[in-house]
T-cell receptor
Framework: SQKIEQNSEALNIQEGKTATLTCNYT??????LQWYRQDPGRGPVFLLL?????KEKRKERLKVTFDTTLKQSLFHITASQPADSATYLC???????????FGKGTRLHILP | NAGVTQTPKFRVLKTGQSMTLLCAQD?????MYWYRQDPGMGLRLIHY???????AKGEVPDGYNVSRLKKQNFLLGLESAAPSQTSVYFC?????????????FGPGTRLTVL
């Protein structure tokens, strides 16, 4: 069956350290993968997109990697801050499909 | 530029009642989506639309109907609400599928069915 898996446990990281979140998928052939941030009581907000033929993408303190052989994406926040505390969702758009499938999200807590 | 708006923000229904959730976007986006989000389940796609006058089923379409009579609006209907439809509903829109486009989400509608 098709699955998208993100760390189900909350992730606690000390302020200033790098937070790394994982998104694994099985039995999908994604055209691209996106990462979103969601704060409590709010809708998700887009952060980064990486295409199937790209290995890495950066935006300020954010970095995303995409390994289609391992079927995995890693999302890094460097120099983390308490304001980075949120739930982070990965989403796949499948080849030849109009739908985007979301993972369940990982809650990140940056501890001051 | 309001982005994606949803009406209402909160609603309580009794089992068997009907209601319509309205989503509006002012970005001239072709694609619009309805999701529900439940604890431990993540975002699940209910229905989506790739343009005015078109709709398609997502992962969990049963018990819901949708209409896209105008490009800027996407309506989600519950004909006979059930407690299992208690959830937070999010609408989203994106420019198109051909470009690698992000989805813009609305603020959500919290629905409780008693």
């Amino acid at each position: 069956s098709q699955k998208i898996e993100q760390n189900s446990e909350a992730l606690n990281i000390q302020e200033g350290k790098t937070a790394t979140l994982t998104c694994n998928y099985t039995n999908y052939s994604p055209a691209y993968l996106q990462w979103y941030r969601q704060d409590p009581g709010r809708g998700p907000v887009f952060l980064l997109l990486i295409r199937e033929n790209e290995k890495e993408k950066r935006k300020e303190r954010l970095k995303v990697t995409f390994d289609t052989t391992l079927k995995q994406s890693l999302f890094h926040i460097t120099a983390s801050q308490p304001a980075d505390s949120a739930t982070y969702l990965c989403a796949l758009r499948l080849n030849r499909d109009d739908k985007i499938i979301f993972g369940k999200g990982t809650r990140l807590h940056i501890l001051p | 530029n309001a982005g994606v708006t949803q009406t209402p923000k909160f609603r309580v229904l009794k089992t068997g009642q009907s209601m319509t959730l309205l989503c509006a976007q002012d970005m001239n986006h072709e694609y619009m989506y309805w999701y529900r989000q439940d604890p431990g389940m993540g975002l699940r796609l209910i229905h989506y639309s790739v343009g005015e006058g078109t709709t398609a089923k997502g992962e969990v379409p049963d018990g819901y109907n949708v209409s896209r009579l105008k490009k800027q609006n996407f309506l989600l209907g519950l004909e006979s609400a059930a407690p299992s439809q208690t959830s937070v509903y999010f609408c989203a829109s994106s420019y198109s599928r051909r470009s690698y486009n992000e989805q813009f989400f609305g603020p959500g509608t919290r629905l409780t069915v008693l």
